[in-house]
């Protein structure tokens, strides 16, 4: 017995909503900011296991920095255990080191989590759109200028996905 | 939820960061991106670290499942397999065992949490959740897919 079609997650969509826009979340160190974000994807019912995630975020850490200067850092997995594409973005109230190529303690986070199979089809374009920007000191600056849900709405909406739909048509 | 299914499923994790990254692109692709990875074998270790703790039985369960889907441990939600979305016989749903499996495909299974009626929402449209049909969508194939077709795929 399947489940019916109406039960099914969309099969390929990213999701950016309020709740995945985490304004001082209390986190004192890269495990308590995954942990924060796990709760809220967990929340968002993007995350079948969030310890799982939480542990395999940091893992995936300490592979390789995801801070990228400025203030700025960009965690991105793909993992099983997340059930679609999402991106989540954090302002955190106290810096929190991540080993930045220039030093700087970071306070603003953009996570992008995605899914090995179809719902995850938009996380190389999507990637590679956020990481062209995010290295950019402008792309970098228009982050840290994000003070709402609805900013962060506006630069995916306008200034990446158009760059993601333009990495996908290559 | 038995704490050796909760180990294996960060194994599984791992297992695919690794086969991304030794896949012909995987580390030159992030590279390109302009991040850098340090050694890999950190994430080895933690592998050999977390596989010492987890039963040969369900070791070899695992490595069986893993020949044959991309992910041998997915999770159940209303007593319907993650990995095969066919629902579960309400008896086998319920049941409190050690080991939790898939009557139809096999696969490892644990319990998702559920998540509040409101919280489960899909998010509003046109506030920045972007769908589009299958039809737009690229090419669906991941490198764990490409590597381990579903048995459903083979047929």
């Not at chain 1, 200034?159 to 993601?164: E, I, L, N, S």
């Not at chain 2, 695992?62 to 041998?72: H, T």
């Amino acid at each position: 017995v399947r489940k019916p079609a109406a039960q099914r997650e969309p099969v390929v969509a990213v999701h950016l909503d309020p709740g995945l826009y985490l304004h001082h979340p209390g986190a004192a160190s890269r495990l308590e900011l995954f942990e924060r974000f796990g709760e809220a994807l967990e929340r968002r019912g993007v995350v079948e296991h969030r310890p799982a995630l939480v542990r395999f975020l940091a893992e995936r850490e300490a592979l390789g920095t995801s801070a990228l200067g400025e203030g700025v850092a960009f965690p991105h997995v793909r993992a099983h255990v997340v059930s679609a594409t999402a991106l989540a973005f954090s302002r955190l109230e106290k810096p929190i080191e991540l080993d930045g190529p220039d030093g700087r303690a970071v306070d603003v986070v953009l996570m992008l989590v995605a899914p090995y199979d179809l719902r995850g089809a938009f996380y190389q374009p999507l990637l590679a759109a956020l990481a062209e920007l995010l290295h950019s000191h402008d792309g970098r600056q228009m982050l840290r200028a994000v003070a709402c849900f609805s900013d962060l709405e506006r630069l995916l909406l306008e200034t990446v996905w158009p760059r993601t739909l333009e990495v996908l048509s290559r | 939820m038995n704490s050796q299914v909760h180990d294996l499923v960060l194994v599984q994790e791992l297992d695919a960061l690794l086969e991304d990254l030794e896949s012909a692109n995987g580390e030159q692709q992030e590279e390109a991106l302009g991040f850098c990875l340090r050694d890999w074998s950190r994430i080895r270790l933690k592998r050999e670290q977390l596989v010492a703790g987890i039963g040969a039985d369900l070791l070899r369960r695992y490595a069986r499942l893993r020949e044959r889907y991309p992910r041998a441990v997915v999770g159940t939600r209303g007593g319907v397999c993650l990995g095969c979305n066919t629902l579960r016989p309400t008896a086998m749903a319920s049941r409190a065992s050690a080991l939790d499996t898939c009557e139809r495909c096999g696969r490892i299974l644990f319990r998702v949490e559920p998540v509040s009626p409101a919280a489960s929402l899909p998010a509003r449209a046109g506030a920045g959740s972007v769908a589009v049909s299958e039809a737009s969508a690229p090419s669906p194939r991941s490198s764990s897919q490409r590597r381990a077709p579903s048995r459903a795929a083979r047929r």
